[in-house]
């Protein structure tokens, strides 16, 4: 079997079957999984704008800094996956573009 051959019958394997994702919406967001997990986000800058934000909620009862934390807490890990996607998404770009000016 040539390299051809072998491409076009790992193409069709691929097609054949469901890719299973997990929890995954795509390979994208499991790309971005796998980065959080090797390399934290969870810097000094994020730990000071947490403290300052619990320290602005101080005096409120938990259930009701829950109902402002948790929204917070989505938005910044929506907009930081999003950032994330769309940083490979140029990356691809770029490189497609660098093959083609070849």
């Known amino acids: 079997m040539n390299m051809e051959e ?5 193409e069709t394997y691929v097609a054949s079957r469901r890719l299973n994702l997990g ?3 795509s390979v994208l967001s499991l ?3 796998a980065y959080g ?8 800058q994020i730990k000071a704008d ?9 005096g409120m009862p938990l259930q009701e800094m829950d109902w402002i934390i948790n929204p917070v ?3 910044c890990r929506d907009h930081e996956r ?3 996607v ?12 660098g093959k083609n000016d070849e």
């Open 31 to 33: 790309l971005y999984e």
């Open 37 to 44: 997990d090797i390399n934290p986000m969870y810097d000094d």
């Open 6 to 10: 072998y491409i076009r019958a790992l």
């Open 82 to 84: 999003n950032g994330f």
């Open 86 to 97: 769309h940083g490979v998404l140029v990356g691809v770009r770029l490189a497609q573009e």
């Open 23 to 25: 929890d995954g919406e």
């Open 73 to 75: 807490c989505t938005l």
């Open 50 to 58: 947490f403290a300052e934000l619990y320290h602005a909620l101080n």
